[in-house]
């Protein structure tokens, strides 16, 4: 099986501008390819993992990935997939994102020189002259097709800025700045993107002459894309002190029976004849395919040692209500009110749930438990001596669980 075979066996490609010259640059390793990261946070999050896993998978195969940090589309507004402008952000914060990002993606990137660059268009788009701009690249976009895109569409009903109807053109720029800089050839981006990349590759043609390609990924999960890394509390971040290990295991361990092989197929470098193997899995089987998962995830993420400890602390955790590495919450003095804390504060304070109205809706639900037995009263208390010695297990529904300890 070739390289592109396999990127299609396991559900990764999902359109392509020219089939035949994309499958001799990935099938002998000739490809110089880019995705972009938008620096919107100081962390990546899962919604990035297919397209790191992507990466890795063909820079092994000889290609050479180069990652694209928006530093400079980070400064306007987005379209695609959006219903609301991203908020602005300062140079600076900008800049402490992006050098947390190639941080987190050298796990997977192997950056040392000639193998992957990563590079930030801030470096070209700020210094841009705007009329030169218009005159140079302007001219090779029609307005009308542009609006014919799902992604500006979706924002016409709600008002679509000047800055966000930029982004496309800035967009295709960038990769025209790529292939003339690092002789980057090919672009990847999810399908919701399509639009915009096309753009960048038909620049390229029209402006220089040259051959250039645009190849689309699915949003991992189809439609389930789009909540890719949601929770109740959030995203789920690469970072451990943002997601720890275990809560990153946890998440993948979740993830439902349809959607287990899939993952293992797209985001694992798991034999497919292996996943395939697992494919007639049911029940406690499949239980078991999502404990694979949980683990391939948590090792490529922080590593084997982390990965092992997360496996052990869910088996304790679902054995015997105990885990020594499940997350730990921490509380002081100035969370008690006369030596003591109601259940409410303290779902709220293990992070467990957004607010005490939540909080609330839990224990009235019976979703909540303290040690193994069900909390019923929303006025329930609990003094100091309780969160003494290695503390207590504090569950909301099946699988949210946090060790609470007092300090």
Not at 161 to 187: P, R, T, V, W
Request: hydrophobic share 40%; glycine share 8%; net charge negative.
């Amino acid at each position: 099986m070739t390289i592109y075979d396999e990127l299609v066996a396991r559900g990764l490609i999902a359109q392509v501008t020219d089939e035949e010259e994309i499958k001799e640059l990935i099938n002998t390793g000739k490809a110089t390819f880019y995705i972009g990261f938008d620096p919107t946070a100081d962390s990546l999050h899962v919604g990035h993992f297919m397209a790191l896993c992507l990466m890795k998978r063909l820079q092994m195969a000889g290609s050479k990935p180069i990652a694209l940090i928006g530093g400079g589309t980070a400064m306007i507004g987005d379209p695609s997939g959006r219903t609301d402008m991203r908020q602005m952000m300062t140079k600076e914060i900008i800049q402490h994102n992006c050098d947390c990002f190639k941080k987190q993606m050298s796990r997977f990137i192997d950056f040392s020189e000639g193998k992957a660059l990563m590079v930030n268009n801030a470096d070209w788009l700020l210094d841009l002259n705007y009329v030169e701009l218009l005159r140079d690249v302007g001219a090779h976009f029609s307005v009308n097709r542009m609006l014919t895109a799902e992604c500006y569409k979706q924002r016409m009903e709600k008002g679509l800025s000047f800055l966000e109807f930029n982004y496309m053109i800035m967009q295709s720029y960038d990769f025209m700045a790529l292939y003339e800089k690092y002789g980057c050839n090919l672009q990847f981006g999810g399908d919701d993107q399509w639009s915009n990349m096309l753009g960048g590759t038909e620049l390229i043609r029209r402006k220089l002459g040259k051959d250039a390609y645009a190849m689309t990924i699915n949003l991992l999960l189809n439609s389930e894309g789009k909540k890719m890394g949601k929770t109740q509390k959030g995203a789920v971040w690469l970072d451990p002190d943002k997601t720890s290990p275990f809560e990153f295991y946890q998440y993948w361990r979740n993830v439902s029976d349809a959607d287990v092989i899939k993952c293992l197929k797209m985001l694992t470098f798991l034999p497919l004849s292996e996943i395939e193997a697992m494919e007639s899995w049911q029940g406690s089987e499949r239980n078991k395919a999502k404990e694979i998962l949980a683990y391939e995830l948590t090792d490529l993420v922080h590593g084997e040692e982390e990965a092992k400890k997360a496996e052990e602390a869910a088996k304790a955790l679902f054995s015997s209500g105990n885990a020594e590495n499940m997350p730990t919450v921490e509380l002081t003095d100035a969370d008690f009110e006369e030596n003591a804390i109601g259940i409410l504060n303290l779902l709220s304070r293990s992070g467990l749930v957004p607010s005490n109205s939540e909080a609330r809706r839990a224990v009235q639900q019976g979703g909540v438990s303290i040690d193994g037995e069900k909390v019923t009263d929303v006025k329930a208390s609990y003094g100091k001596e309780v969160f003494s010695g290695d503390g207590i297990v504090l569950k909301r529904g099946k699988k949210n669980f946090r060790k609470v300890k007092i300090i």
